[in-house]
């Protein structure tokens, strides 16, 4: 059982080029989240989605794109990256809020 | 709005000792409070969740936390430290709203010394 499924694991990016993260869970979850880890600030989220369809701004959107393509996949796209998004990014899963599983974590770097 | 707070961003601890991170959060709902566990390189793991019920939570790797209402904390506590148990732990909050999401502490690093 794979749970939640993030790509890629690690990517190098210029300022200003643009990538998507991939994440799919097969656990059947109506909701996903993408969140950023960046030391002392603990994990943020970006966006997330509450179910198929809908998509909903989260504490730090500003920068990112969002796709809920279908139940299983919630992609994230950085249209023009920054070094301020330099970062580790996580998706999740969940059924409501009551215990989120989240994926091994994605390693951006934007030089 | 919730709000959680982590004292601190480092404890360390010897290895057999008593092992307590602290948890405060804020919520103008009941709140469902989680405790994650974060190993270098890796995603997070639940610890431990309460939700509603008995207010002692056991979690996993003799883990355990205790919801104080009207002290509005969820501290972590483990009676004996493990070298394992090193890592950097993350206390978070939520509603039981359709819609709700969760918000995290900073997360705190704890070292087990020999």
């Known amino acids: 059982n794979a749970g939640v499924t993030q790509t890629p694991k690690f990517q190098v990016l210029k300022t200003g080029q643009s990538m998507t993260l991939q994440c799919a869970q097969d656990m059947n979850h109506n909701s996903m989240y993408w969140y950023r880890q960046d030391p002392g600030m603990g994990l943020r989220l970006i966006y997330y989605?509450?179910?198929?369809?809908?998509?909903d701004k989260g504490e730090v959107p500003n920068g990112y794109n969002v796709s809920r393509l279908n139940k299983r996949e919630f992609s994230l796209r950085l249209e023009s990256a920054a070094p301020s998004q330099t970062s580790v990014y996580f998706c999740a899963s969940s059924v409501q809020a009551n215990t989120i599983y989240f994926g091994e974590g994605s390693w951006l770097t934007v030089v | 709005a919730q709000s959680v707070t982590q004292l601190g961003s480092h404890v360390s601890v010897s290895e057999g000792a008593l092992v307590l991170l602290r948890c405060n959060y804020s919520?103008?709902?009941?709140?469902?409070l989680f405790w994650y566990v974060q190993y270098p390189n890796q995603g997070l793991q639940l610890l431990l969740k309460y939700t509603t019920g008995a207010t002692l939570v056991k979690g996993i790797n003799g883990f355990e936390a205790e919801f104080k209402k009207s002290e509005t904390s969820f501290h972590l506590t483990k009676p004996s430290a493990h070298m394992s148990d090193a890592a950097e732990y993350f206390c978070a909050v939520s509603d039981s709203g359709a819609n709700s999401k969760l918000t995290f502490g900073k997360g705190i690093t704890l070292s087990v010394r020999p």
């Open positions: 989605s509450a179910s198929e369809g809908t998509t």
């Open positions: 919520s103008s709902v009941p709140p469902y």
